[in-house]
């Protein structure tokens, strides 16, 4: 029996600040002209401060905060994408995550070469993508378009598609970031099915969005992130409430 | 104290297993990423891949007709000599330029999934070893025409320059990537580096123009000479490769994997902070 589990204990996570500084001979040279006044002081980004959280098995989880509060930063180091500064970070199971769409898609190959490439980014085999491609092509529900190459494909596609191949492979925990909301309503109708069968198997959902309706059908914990840290972990309606007061929002 | 030795040697070996089974673990993601290299770089051209036969036949064609006259000597014997040279040479530069930005080149996937980021550098060189085993077909082609007395089980030997290359190259690459994620210079100034050891290495000059110069150790110690002689003594000479040849290579291989090693136990992680 599985048990998937997220455990962050007093995790910390700063970018170093000479990772986004520029670092040429020419930022050199001036730097050492015109001395150190032009500089604009860049800091380490302290992205993620002493979160500490538990998410079991069946738990639906969703993310709010405001651009840069740290959520995508939180589900990267779920992931195991970025490495802490300090704390400890603990994942049991599985991880299948969806952050960027466009990213991983070959734009000139046809969707459903897509999914074989996909398939295959995600560590699985041919074989076993083949198997699996029928009812990704048929979840989707992309019609003909599947033979069409991915740069013909609208946004909301897009997402259908990458929805579609990332639950269909199975994995014990689902990140998703954003990218929902890009669905339409019909779809978003099946994705909800999809995503409460998953949970009914005892997978984890953790689900980043801004859109409070979607968060509020898939999702029933919320956490709210504020620059940085964990304010709020708590039942969804409590946390969407707690995430406009903070905000200064209605 | 060896009671502490062995735990750590244990500690890293156990960490290397670990490393190289992920590797094993998503190879069909990197065979597909070399193969699909390969696909885009010879996709809508009518000769494809023959390119890579033809490219460096007519390069040898020119080069062996200006040099032979320049240096005076056998045009038969020195054009084989030349191909050898550049089909290898090609290989080192693809190998340095293109590893320098494999993980730059990579971000999309490096952003989205956790898998060794070696594999990244290894598509890259595998890439190119594709590319030279094309064109030294040409190469065992012309020698086979042209020398045929050179023909013997030596030959066997000069297989073993394409596992040999991509043990060197692809630590190499490693290493040059993680370098070349946090300094974007690093494909310009590989570029003027590899341009100066071109000069110093026996690529289109024969050993013997150096030699008769007094410049021996340029011969001696330099790794090229000794990488380049996998191939050329069998086929050229028609003798085996000494074992000094597989030494120098194989000392060059576990030198740049000790040093790649040492980089990446630092900063294979933060990599993803620096794309």
Redesign the interface.
Known sequence: MKHPSIVFESVNLQ??SV??KE???KALLSHVLQGKRKQADVQDVHALKNISLTIKEGERVGLLGHNGAGKSTFLKTA?????ISSGNVQVEGQVR?L??LS??F?PDATGRENIL?RG???????AFMREKEAEIVEFAGLGEFIDYPMKTYSAGMQVRLAFSISTTVGGDILLLDEVIGAGDANFMEKAKRRITDLVEQADILVLASHDFVSLKRLCERGLVLHRGELVFDGEMSEAIFEYRRINNIG | MIELMRKMLNFYRNKMFRYFSGIWRSRYFWMHLALSDLRSRWRRSFLGALWSIIQPLGMTALLAIVFSKMFNTDITTYAPYVLSGIIVWEFIAASVTGGSLSFVQADAYIKQCRHPLAIYTLRTVLGSSAVLFMASLALYGWVIIVMPENIGWTWLASLTIFPMVLVIAWPMATLLAYIGVRFRDIPHAAGLALQALWFVSPVYFEAKMFRSGGMDFLVDYNPVYHILQLIRAPLLQGEWPTWENYMYSILLALAFSLIAWLMGRKSEAKVIFYL
């Open positions: 970018y170093s990772a986004f670092r040429s001979l992931a195991g994408l970025y490495p995550s952050f960027d990213l991983g070959e490439y295959l980014l995600l560590g699985l085999s041919p």
